[in-house]
């Protein structure tokens, strides 16, 4: 869905992106070909692999021009030797990439690179780049009834707080003023608890897991694991005690009453029905789970918001991701056709910044019919702050 779309879907990006393909078809006069390797269900992360990697052995230039493939997969092939170089062999998307261009992300395409070398490239055509970006959703209902908000902006001595967006956009959206409401959070069901054990019919603070919703706290606090300015030999990050305090908070946070789900790991479903139930106030969760039925239908409306940060001093907000979402390569083999190849994702990537992302965030903002307008900024601020 995010390169080939199906003219007949009555799904609105599977739509969007048909139709974006054929403008662009008809104003370069080339032809998009499917070429979509069959997969055997949703655990399946070899197949695609296994058949560009084979393709690639055999040095077979009919097979493809371009790879969009999974990134932790994708990358195994770069020290084979097997890709060009977007910055300096592919025309038109190098000085795209150079130059900023809105729809070539700069921080993680800097992220990509080798000494200025780079063989995976992000754009806005790739969604999943988006949706695989983490966010806290919150319960509306249940953050109005027990006056988060409010009880927020009392901690910090900022009574003008009025709303959770409020919180995020005067920067006071911290690790420790988040773990202040969740500390006492937990609420016996009045119906089936027994006021002492905790379990899954309870209200909870936070439904978080230990999967890689949990691996995004990191980015969140502006760690970065590789020190990539783009032009020198990456380097692995230095640890300093900032890193074992923010440690020692997570696991803190973690054992609170009101965070519930550490046995979920990556299980989604459970995660998003528990939460559409009115079980937790906030939830872990990448963008992708909001387009999902239980989300849409939850009988309250909710909000999104970034990860908090370390604390106010830091400069903004950051988002950890998924490895699923896609990356961007060219075949070594892919001489014949590269001006075309170059010319058309350069075209379908700036297309897609322009007619398909705003239709993304729709998507994901809209709850029975009516859009969480508030919501938008705190998409494009997740945006901005992405790191891979």
């Not at 025309?91 to 993680?108: E, F, L, R, T």
């Not at 950051?318 to 990356?327: A, E, R």
Request: with cysteine; hydrophobic share 30%.
């Amino acid at each position: 869905y995010e390169i080939y779309g199906d003219e007949q879907s009555e799904e609105m990006i599977d739509h969007e992106t048909y139709l974006r393909n054929k403008r662009l078809e008809d104003r370069f006069n080339l032809t998009i070909v499917p070429n979509v390797t069959k997969s055997t269900g949703t655990t399946d992360l070899d197949s695609h692999y296994n058949y560009v990697r084979k393709a690639m052995d055999r040095g077979d230039n009919t097979e493809f021009d371009l790879i969009a493939m999974m990134a932790y997969q994708s990358g195994k092939q770069i020290k084979l030797g097997y890709y060009l170089d977007w910055r300096s062999e592919v025309p038109y998307v190098g000085d795209s990439i150079k130059a900023g261009k809105a729809w070539w992300p700069k921080d993680i395409n800097t992220d990509c690179t080798v000494m200025g070398r780079q063989y995976v490239a992000v754009s806005d055509l790739c969604l999943t780049s988006m949706e695989m970006c983490y966010a806290v959703v919150f319960h509306k209902d249940l953050v109005d009834d027990n006056n988060i908000a409010t009880k927020m902006a009392s901690a910090i001595g900022n009574t003008s707080y009025r709303t959770m967006y409020d919180i995020v956009n005067g920067g006071d959206w911290t690790i420790d003023n988040f773990m202040g409401i969740l500390k006492d959070s937990w609420q016996d069901n009045p119906t089936t608890g027994d006021q002492q054990k905790v379990d899954q019919e309870d209200i909870f603070g936070l439904a978080g897991g230990k999967g890689t919703d949990s691996d995004a706290w990191a980015f969140a606090f502006g760690f970065h694991y590789i020190e990539n300015d783009g032009e020198n030999y990456p380097e692995v990050w230095t640890v300093t005690s900032k890193t074992v305090t923010a440690i020692s908070k997570l696991k803190e946070m973690y054992g609170y009453n009101g965070t519930y789900g550490s046995t979920w790991g990556d299980n989604y479903p459970e995660r998003n029905k528990f939460f559409a139930e009115g079980h937790a106030y906030f939830a872990l969760m990448p963008l992708e789970q909001l387009k999902s039925d239980v989300i849409h239908e939850m009988e309250s409306a909710y909000g999104i918001l970034p990860y908090p940060k370390y604390d106010k001093t830091q400069a903004k907000y950051y988002t950890g991701t998924m490895d699923h979402y896609t990356v961007l390569s060219i075949p070594y083999f892919n001489f014949q056709k590269l001006e075309e190849t170059g010319t058309l994702v350069e075209a379908m990537s700036a297309e897609s910044s322009r007619t398909i992302k705003d239709k993304y965030y729709s998507l994901i903002i809209t709850h029975k019919g009516t859009r969480e307008e508030e919501s938008i900024p705190m998409i494009e601020m997740i945006m901005a702050g992405r790191r891979y």
